[in-house]
């Protein structure tokens, strides 16, 4: 019986196998380009709340507020990290999110960040920061499951050209337990791919983090939070007591969490990839070797 | 007086403001509220305000010592077990009553200056006095009644009171400033007749005044008229120390260090 498509089984297996590990890193690729936009304006300093958007999303913008506040005397922590307001402290809020968390630590006081952090969640400070990011090509706002299908395509591909095989083995009566398997494998992966792209610093955003010129360099509290989180309050024991109330942070991008402690700081949940569980390198091993072992050919 | 005592100024250590008060210029001692505290786990900040060397006072409010009924033993026991593990100069509570007929009142509440009255406190101060292993100091305190047919004045009751268990006094120029206002009582003459020579120190606060009524709420800041009321105080003797208490709505470590540099002016 004649080949189909001219290539054995074994020959298509291992075709099918090369072409899989290529698939799944151009997927990767394609992904990480999804995250880099081109970047409007270079060398433009990064203001404290940009510098904590980019860090670690709206819950580090909080930190640093919450800093700044500390430093100016407008909340007061006591060693293990729970919350006061300071009286008469002459506070004009300078944003609505210093508003909202002075305003929710006078209300309940004696608490720690994260018992008001699920209320300052939703703020249009954070909508005005991400956006002008977003706009300097410093973030990646998010992907769609739509921009994740389009870097997926390459799979997509491979995974048509493998059923079209398949189906083609089948009815001409050919083995194709090997080409199942890889076909399920791929599929998995593509499973995987179609996770939305994670919201999160571009190349350009970690370069403007890492670069010191790009921030505010000062020795304010607000800078040294929006760069390193609560852990890196300059005061030490306030520090530590931040490191005492113990908290349970989610990233805004996928609910995730991301921190079991405010010394951990607050960051993005890592970066996007194509799929953990895409491990091209053994699902190859396949293989295909061996005549009629079930490429879809003899 | 206790000159071996010289406190200096201090303020009442709080949790809310243990970082502030560590740091504050001027602090020479303070006072912990002793039912808040355990023995066995005192705060960070406790500790380390002993190791450098600060004097630790405690000051209980639960022991109604003007009650009818016994002292409870065990709240004295707390007290003497905190002042020996704060290696406290000596501890104190108020010349009072928060509890009877197993109901608490939630307020320190005045006791009836009569003979028969004095003689259940003088028992009771006694009975504390025996399990503490440090002097006991008692404060005069704010009320917003009296009762009938007082047979002496709080002067000669304070005077009694030390006279026979000798114990300290714990002098609250707040307190006597908010009964001038809200009772008529004169604070020149109390001052006058107290037996200032058994005062401990000195507790200073802050009140604020509703519907006619003034109330020593320890929230505001610490009116003039009382700063002065401590410079009468300081004119008949001089103090072992001066304490500000603040027990809420505090303000910033500024306008803080300031009360506390304005007690200082005063002695």
Not at chain 1, 49 to 77: F, H, K
Not at chain 1, 94 to 99: A, G, W
Not at chain 1, 122 to 146: A, N
Not at chain 1, 290 to 295: A, E, I, K, P, Q
Request: proline share 6%; glycine share 10%; aromatic share 6%.
């Amino acid at each position: 019986m004649q080949n189909p498509w001219g290539l054995s089984g074994p020959d298509f297996i291992v075709l099918y196998a090369i072409g899989f590990v290529i698939a799944c890193v151009a997927t990767l690729v394609l992904r990480k380009r999804a995250r880099s936009a081109p970047l409007a304006a270079q060398h433009e300093p990064l203001t404290a709340d940009e510098t904590a958007y980019l860090a670690g999303g709206w819950p580090r913008m909080v930190e640093s507020t919450l800093a700044d506040l500390v430093e100016r005397n407008v909340i007061r922590v006591q060693r293990n990290g729970l919350l006061y307001p300071v009286a008469d402290s002459g506070f004009v809020p300078e944003s609505t999110l210093e508003d909202r968390l002075v305003s929710r630590v006078a209300g309940r006081p004696g608490r720690p960040l994260h018992y008001h952090l699920a209320t300052l969640n939703k703020l249009p400070d954070y909508d005005q920061v991400r956006d002008d990011l977003v706009r300097r090509g410093l973030l990646f706002d998010g992907g769609t499951r739509g921009r994740a299908a389009l870097a997926a395509l390459p799979l997509f591909v491979l995974a048509v050209i493998g059923i079209a095989r398949w189906i083609n083995g089948v009815n001409l009566g050919f083995p194709v337990g090997y080409l199942s398997m890889l076909l399920i494998l791929t599929l998995v992966t593509i499973v995987f791919a179609l996770r939305p792209i994670k919201a999160g610093p571009t190349g350009a955003g970690m370069r403007a983090l890492r670069d010191p010129s790009r921030g505010e360099r000062s020795e304010r509290a607000v800078d040294a939070v929006a760069r390193h989180g609560l852990r890196a309050y300059p005061d030490v024991t306030i520090s530590a007591s931040f490191r005492e109330s113990r908290v349970g942070l989610r990233s805004y991008d996928n609910g995730s969490t991301v921190s079991t402690g405010a010394a951990a700081g607050i960051g993005w949940s890592g970066g996007s990839s194509c799929s953990s569980g895409s491990s091209s390198g053994s699902s190859s091993s396949c293989g295909g070797g061996g005549g009629g072992c079930g490429g879809g050919g003899s | 007086m206790l000159e071996s005592r010289e406190l200096g100024v201090g303020i009442g250590w709080r949790p809310e403001i243990d970082i502030t008060v560590e740091r504050l210029p001027g602090v020479d001692f303070v006072e912990v509220v002793a039912e808040n505290l355990n023995p066995d786990h005192l705060p960070e900040s406790v500790v380390l305000l002993r190791e450098r060397g600060l004097p630790v006072l405690p000051h209980a409010v639960s022991l109604s010592v003007g009650g009818a009924e016994p002292v409870d033993r065990k709240r004295v026991e707390h007290l003497a077990r905190l002042a020996d593990v704060l290696d406290a100069p000596l501890a104190s509570d108020h010349v009072c009553f928060v509890r009877a007929g197993g109901l608490d009142s939630g307020h320190l509440m005045p006791v009836p200056r009569t003979r028969e009255a004095l003689d259940v406190l003088v028992a009771n101060v006694r009975t504390v006095q025996e399990i503490l292993n440090v002097p006991f100091a008692l404060e005069n305190i704010a009320a917003l009644l009296e009762w009938p047919d007082a047979e002496l004045t709080e002067a000669q009751f304070l005077g009694e009171l030390t006279e026979r268990t000798g114990c300290l006094l714990l002098v609250d120029v707040a307190n006597m400033y908010a009964n001038a206002r809200n009772l008529n009582h004169d604070p020149l003459k109390l001052l006058d007749d107290l037996p200032l020579e058994r005062v401990a120190y000195v507790h200073v606060a802050g009140g604020e005044e509703h519907d006619g009524v003034y109330h020593d709420t320890h929230t505001h800041p610490v009116l003039p008229e009382v700063l002065d009321l401590l410079a009468e105080l300081v004119k008949r003797t001089k103090p072992p120390g001066v304490l500000l208490e603040r027990d809420g709505d505090y303000p910033t470590d500024t306008d803080l260090a300031a009360e506390l540099r304005a007690i200082r002016e005063r002695i």
